[in-house]
């Protein structure tokens, strides 16, 4: 009997949720109104207080939208020594690289 290691498709495949999340997650959807969904209720109440309505959107945020990793530039680019046409066209450069 082998022992050890790891084997092709053994355990859970990544995303698949845990049993008690599973369970937790079908027992939420399955209540009613989740505090997202109230929270967004809120926000699109057009009756509601203005500031009723931006905390609503600033505590349904982070659920709708992530938050932008940050990204540590590795290229080198020396603009110390450069001559302004060399600096312009390094960003040039960059910017095409980028877009």
């Known amino acids: 009997m082998a022992r050890g290691g790891s084997r ?4 859970r495949k990544p995303g698949t949720p845990n049993k008690a999340s ?33 905390e609503a959107a600033k505590a349904a945020a982070p659920y709708v939208h992530p938050k932008l990793a940050n990204v540590e530039h590795s290229g080198g680019i ?20 980028d877009g």
Not at 34 to 44: A, E, G, K, N, V
Not at 80 to 96: C, H, I, L
Request: glycine letters at 6%; aromatic letters at 4%.
């Open 8 to 11: 092709d498709g053994a355990g």
């Open 22 to 54: 599973a369970a937790r997650e079908k027992e939420i959807a399955e209540s009613g109104l989740t505090p997202l969904d109230y929270m967004l209720s809120i926000m699109r109440d057009e009756n509601m207080p203005t500031d009723s309505r931006f």
């Open 78 to 97: 020396d603009v110390t020594t450069q001559t302004k046409e060399q600096r312009d066209a390094a960003v040039a450069a960059a910017t095409r690289a």
